[in-house]
Antibody
């Protein structure tokens, strides 16, 4: 059974940093692109970033470029999202998902709250 | 960036009725459109990919159609568990991948 479990969500002040993790199991992690999608409270879904199997390609939504970094550790079956210079508008549930263009399995999400 | 516009924002129907949800793209995405269902407090669930292909385990009452800029998700006969929010996602031109704003199907 495919499982994706996010962790690392927290309350952080504007300008702060946070690192999200996503632990994958039930599939060959190193054979899949992976994706982060976020959802602000009461709002719709927004694609954030994705990463190729070997980290050779990474893509970001414009609003996080230069502030967020997606990475992975295939030996640990883990996906990461390093978030720096956080803004109030980054407040959201962050989901990790398998696949690049049609994410098919999603985790339950990690809540990131940016507030003073 | 391709913008997806979903309509209506809210659809009020009863169990057993047919639901038709629309997703319109600001430019052609060919057939590269997916549909997701999201229930409160849950992650999105993939229903349809490439406009008309049902994902694994999705009941036959869900069907997708369209190409280019106009797409539809049809639920032939609403079951109680189908009341949720539905999102479309395009991969015809990326990055960025873009989602529609969602349609809430309520009782």
């Amino acid at each position: 059974e495919v499982q994706l479990v996010e962790s690392g969500g927290d309350l952080v002040q504007p300008g702060g940093s946070l690192r999200l993790s996503c632990a994958a199991s039930g599939f060959t992690f190193s054979s899949y692109w992976m994706t982060w999608v976020r959802q602000a409270p009461g709002k719709g879904l927004e694609w954030v970033a994705n990463i190729k199997e070997d980290e050779s390609e990474k893509y970001y939504v414009d609003s996080v470029k230069g502030r967020f970094t997606i990475s992975r550790d295939n030996a640990k079956n883990s996906l990461y999202l390093q978030m720096n210079s956080l803004r109030v508008e980054d407040t959201a549930v962050y989901y990790c998902a398998r696949g690049v263009l049609v994410p098919d399995y999603w985790g339950q999400g990690a809540l990131v709250t940016v507030s003073s | 960036e391709i913008v997806l516009t979903q309509s209506p924002a809210t659809l009020s129907l009863s169990p057993g009725e047919r639901a038709t949800l629309s997703c319109r793209a600001s430019q052609s995405v060919s057939h590269y459109l997916a549909w997701y269902q999201q229930k409160p407090g849950q992650a999105p669930r993939l229903l349809i990919y490439d406009a008309s292909n049902r994902a694994t385990g999705i009941p036959a009452r869900f069907s997708g159609s369209g190409s280019g800029t106009d797409f539809a998700l049809t639920i032939s006969s609403l079951e109680p568990e189908d009341f949720a929010v539905y999102y479309c996602l395009q991969r015809g031109s990326w990055p960025p991948l873009t989602f529609g704003g969602g349609t809430k199907v309520e009782i």
